[in-house]
């Protein structure tokens, strides 16, 4: 049984940077996407960034420019940059795999953006 487990987040003041991770463990192979959520307090989990096999990478209007996801194929993991962190995007995020038909979400990791 596969289980992915996101890292990197933690408090940060406006306009600094955080990298998020998200890793697999257990039989997780034939990733068709990878991608990041976040849902804040009274909010709906909402996309941040999506990549896949053969499709462009999407990102929310509201973080493009600023975050980047990028994907280590070998260790089957997933990252996200984001610089210039604004006080909106404080939320728990969390990161999902697309395996044919089945999605695997990690727990989620807070990130906080403060003064």
Do not use: H
């Amino acid at each position: 049984q596969g289980r992915l487990v996101e890292s990197g987040g933690g408090l940060v003041q406006p306009g600094g940077s955080l990298r998020l991770s998200c890793a697999a463990s257990g039989s997780i192979f034939s990733i068709n996407a990878m991608g990041w959520y976040r849902q804040a307090p009274g909010k709906q989990r909402e996309l941040v960034a999506f990549m896949c096999s053969g499709c462009t990478t999407n990102y929310a209007d509201s973080v493009k420019g600023r975050f980047t996801i990028s994907r280590d194929n070998v260790k089957n993991e997933v990252y996200l940059q984001m610089n210039t962190l604004k006080p909106e995007d404080t939320a728990v995020y969390y990161c999902k795999y697309q395996v044919g038909l089945r999605d695997y979400w990690g727990q989620g990791t807070q990130v906080t953006v403060s003064s």
